[in-house]
T-cell receptor, first 114, second 113 residues
Framework: GNSVTQMEGPVTLSEEAFLTINCTYT??????LFWYVQYPGEGLQLLLK?????DKGSNKGFEATYRKETTSFHLEKGSVQVSDSAVYFC?????????????FGKGTHLIIQP | GAGVSQSPRYKVAKRGQDVALRCDPI?????LFWYQQALGQGPEFLTY????????KSGLPSDRFFAERPEGSVSTLKIQRTQQEDSAVYLC???????????FGPGTRLTVT
């Protein structure tokens, strides 16, 4: 079956540091890949997505590239801010057109210190 | 416009009680999903509707869990004879047909005592 593995947290960084959160997946076929973010006290929000190999998703300074050869979708940001403190979830969708449920990783709690 | 709403936001139930959790999706969204999120874990898929049809219920953990969406809009997740292991946040998400994005509600936190 499908599965997503992401790095354990919490990850603590200083403001303006470079961020990488690793995510690897196991899936049959050609999944779509997502990063969701959950800010304190709020619901899950889609941060970015990539629907085919070599696609790069980007939003709010975050980027992730769909690497089929390494089955990875690592999240990166060049300079983090305190406001980026949140829990980040890597997820995949196995079917096209959004017609199935997402498989999530366990989440990575990111803490940015001023 | 309005996002996905869920009610109640918090529910405390005694073990053995039945509970009903409501989800109001974004107007016009064809797809509706339910997830269960245990403390410190990622959400886990429970079931999926396209309009009023329940196309996938493979994630429902037992026959005590039942979901419906009779008119293709509002959905209810019902848990019968609640157990302590049912304590979790229950998330609802909706989406447009043919699009990958799922829009999540704030969740209902269920505590079974």
């Amino acid at each position: 079956g499908n599965s997503v593995t992401q790095m354990e947290g919490p990850v603590t960084l200083s403001e303006e540091a470079f961020l990488t959160i690793n995510c690897t997946y196991t899936a049959t076929g050609y999944p779509s890949l997502f990063w969701y973010v959950q800010y304190p006290g709020e619901g899950l929000q889609l941060l970015l997505k990539a629907t085919k190999a070599d696609d790069k998703g980007s939003n709010k300074g975050f980027e992730a590239t769909y690497r089929k050869e390494t089955t990875s979708f690592h999240l990166e940001k060049g300079s983090v801010q305190v406001s980026d403190s949140a829990v980040y979830f890597c997820a995949l969708s196995g079917a096209g057109g959004g017609a199935d449920g997402l498989t999530f990783g366990k989440g990575t709690h990111l803490i940015i210190q001023p | 416009g309005a996002g996905v709403s869920q009610s109640p936001r918090y529910k405390v139930a005694k073990r053995g009680q039945d509970v009903a959790l409501r989800c109001d999706p974004i107007s016009g969204h064809v797809s509706l999903f339910w997830y269960q999120q245990a403390l410190g874990q990622g959400p886990e898929f429970l079931t999926y509707f396209q309009n009023e049809a329940q196309l996938d219920k493979s994630g429902l953990p037992s026959d005590r869990f039942f979901a419906e969406r009779p008119e293709g809009s509002v959905s209810t997740l019902k848990i019968q004879r609640t157990q302590q292991e049912d304590s979790a946040v229950y998330l609802c998400a909706s989406g447009s047909q043919g699009y990958y994005e799922q829009y999540f509600g704030p969740g209902t936190r269920l505590t079974v005592t």
